[in-house]
């Protein structure tokens, strides 16, 4: 396969070809299937964070088996036997899964793996000829095999080449791209250096090198603990370093916790409508239970109720991992604020061995400072020259880029993408400014305990022009906590409406899915895939606002084609998705809230928001409230055939 077997022209270009993509794949061509669509993807197979070469020995998901699964093809379907009841799902049959599922619904002919989208660029915006995209291939990782797995490959090159197309969707995910090791000294740093994405890939190499017997592990989050736990139970010494100034160690969770008696699966916990109430959520009366949100968000007992519950969920983590009771080194792993506050940064604890026991047998030293810079073969930590640590390698679990990794050309559209940017010109910065502050001021009037929540985010947090003189107070002392506004070069968040379509892109021909992060990732996919379906192709019921009290800077004209109905025309639209954005930044300032849409007990809200937009039934136990309270949690199967069940409400609706 070369550059010139690429077609110059393709109805739909999806970019990602992981379980995102696919599935808008999926979801496109089963609503019309003459559709032409291709899918790029810059790695050696398709899968995304689990494409073969990133699933190293003893990689495993977070879910456990009836969890990870399409609501249309459950995994026993494709992997009979590859995983019981009660075990999490290894990395391997995770991609084998996706495969499967891809093989199923004969997309891997639309597949192109190997080539990086480089720009993007609207052709002909007045004639809405849609995208040129400028891609590059990449070289195949030459550890997987290729003749046998059907997987596609390129050959490397450092030719670029063009080719257009009606509709993007752009599915990179937020994992695709880490960070740089910005370390002072980390190019002269002697030792193998690497990030949480290299890691996975050379995992194999390190771990049976003779000459690599101490590791170092920067970062407190979930890839730091994986990474822990693979040396460790490999034999090799680690030190753990946890930056004493970022956001600490991330909650780890059982996968089953007992809240009172009753023994609950942590992953089911958060899709049980009940749950749901006790999160502060901007868009949480979607679920259609506004009275009983009212209640636990509005009223001294049911703020009593939720600070309690939050209280007691995050204690009963703690004592139920042991983080008190098994000595001074595990005790290090304590996170720093409560469990209410992490979003996705609270995880499962997926693995075989209890990992602590190799704090406390000393196999692993935990140190809570961060690293002032590499010098040698030397780790230098803030304190002094005499604190140091050598090792024979380092590992940099330290986050992702959270932007789409492609350049959108001009950057003067990227206010009006709503992409992660530092080009936005004076005007669309005071725009934004003015709309986030209002954003504010409605979040914390609704609700009122997110104002105490902790003030750690590093993003710039805008002080709102507020005339509720409490409000402004409250908003205030944050900023007085925070450090100084972003650096120009630094990334402005997300700003997507519904996390999915440009703010302002009246062509309807753009759309990114799966920047955010949550449980329930295969279900969400499959949801949004349909909203972005229909969205692009002119299909939503008019969607619901989420303010209750739009503020005056909105314009108050007509609804238009254009800009979705929602309450109002482009002004609108745009403090809508202020509103969105802006919340996670005050509800989950320990997770990643400030940069994109980050939840867990908001789910279910989510899904109800889309299925709302999408006119489908929100509410699908059957027996009214009595199913949606009493029916237990939700699961990919209450989702079943959901494609068709709006095709067929478009054709009763026409009709």
């Not at 990179?172 to 949480?196: A, D, K, Q």
Request: neutral net charge; charged residues 20%; glycine residues 10%.
């Amino acid at each position: 396969m070369t550059m010139a077997d690429l077609p110059h022209h393709t109805d739909v270009l999806i970019i990602g070809a992981g379980i995102q993509g696919l599935v808008a794949a999926k979801t496109y061509l089963q609503l019309s299937p003459a559709t032409s669509i291709l899918i790029l993807d810059s790695q050696s197979s398709v899968g995304g964070v689990w494409a073969k070469e990133n699933c190293y020995p003893g990689l495993k998901t977070n879910n456990q088996l009836g969890t990870f699964e399409f609501t249309d093809f459950g995994l026993l379907d494709a992997c009979p036997g590859a995983v019981k009841k009660g075990e999490h799902i290894p990395g391997e049959v995770a991609y084998e899964f996706i495969h499967k599922y891809a093989e199923k619904f004969d997309l891997l002919k639309r597949v192109r793996l190997g080539y990086k989208a480089l720009t993007a660029e609207h052709v002909s915006v007045e004639k809405n000829e849609g995208w040129k995209v400028t891609i590059i291939p990449t070289p195949g990782d030459t550890r997987v095999p290729k003749a046998d797995s059907g997987d596609l490959t390129t050959l490397p090159s450092t030719s670029t080449t063009t080719l257009t197309a009606s509709k993007l969707l752009v599915c990179t995910g937020l994992t695709s791209t880490p960070l740089p090791i910005s370390l002072l000294g980390s190019s002269s740093y002697i030792p193998p250096l690497l990030n949480s994405h290299d890691f996975r890939r050379q995992a194999p190499d390190l771990f049976c090198s003779p000459t690599i017997n101490h590791v170092a592990i920067y970062g407190g989050g979930k890839s730091a603990y994986d990474a822990v736990y693979a040396f460790a139970t490999r034999g090799k010494k680690v030190t753990w370093i946890i930056r004493e100034s970022g956001h600490g160690p991330s909650y780890m969770a059982p996968s089953h916790i007992y809240l009172g008696p009753f023994l609950c699966w942590v992953e089911l916990l958060v899709t049980r409508r009940p749950f749901g109430w006790l999160s502060p959520c901007i868009w949480g009366d979607s679920d259609g239970f506004g009275s009983m949100r009212r209640f636990f968000n509005n009223t001294r007992i049911g703020h009593f109720i939720v600070k309690n519950f939050w209280k007691k969920l995050g204690g009963d983590v703690i004592a139920q991992t042991g983080l008190r009771e098994k000595g001074p080194e595990v005790e290090k792993l304590m996170p720093k604020e409560e469990a209410m506050w992490y979003g996705t940064g609270v995880s499962i604890m997926n693995y075989e061995e209890d990992i602590h026991r190799y704090l406390q047998d000393g196999t692993v030293k935990v140190v809570r400072k961060d690293v002032e810079r590499l010098e040698g073969k030397k780790i230098i930590l803030k304190g002094g020259a005499s604190e140091s640590v050598e090792a024979d390698a380092m590992i940099c679990s330290t986050g992702w880029r959270w932007d789409s990794g492609i350049g959108f050309l001009p950057r003067s559209e990227h206010a009006n993408l709503g992409i992660p940017s530092a080009e936005y010109t004076p005007a669309q910065t005071g725009q934004w400014a003015d709309l986030e502050a209002q954003a504010d001021l409605e979040i914390l009037e609704r609700f009122p305990i997110l104002g105490h929540g902790p003030s750690v985010s590093k993003e710039d947090v805008t002080a709102p022009r507020a005339a509720n003189p409490s409000i402004a107070a409250t908003m205030n002392e944050k900023l007085k906590a925070e450090p100084e506004k972003q650096k120009k070069e630094q990334l402005t968040p997300w700003r997507l409406f519904r996390g999915i379509a440009p703010p302002a892109n009246p062509q309807r021909d753009l759309v990114f899915l799966g920047m955010m992060s949550s449980f329930q990732t295969i279900l969400r996919d499959e949801v949004a895939a349909l909203w972005a379906y229909a969205y692009l192709n002119d299909a939503l019921a008019p969607p619901v606002g989420l303010s209750t009290h739009p503020p005056s800077l909105v314009s108050s004209e007509q609804p238009t084609k254009e800009f979705g109905n929602v309450a109002g025309s482009k002004n609108n639209w745009l403090y809508e998705t202020a509103l969105f954005s802006r919340f996670g930044r005050w509800r989950y300032p320990m997770g990643y809230g400030a940069r994109f849409p980050d939840f867990v007990f908001d789910g279910m809200a989510y899904f109800d928001l889309l299925m709302g937009d999408l006119g489908l039934q929100r509410w699908r136990k059957g027996w009214g409230w009595l199913g949606e309270v009493f029916g237990g949690a939700y699961l990919p199967g209450d989702y079943t055939g959901l494609v068709e069940e709006w095709r067929r409400s478009r054709e009763e609706t026409s009709t």
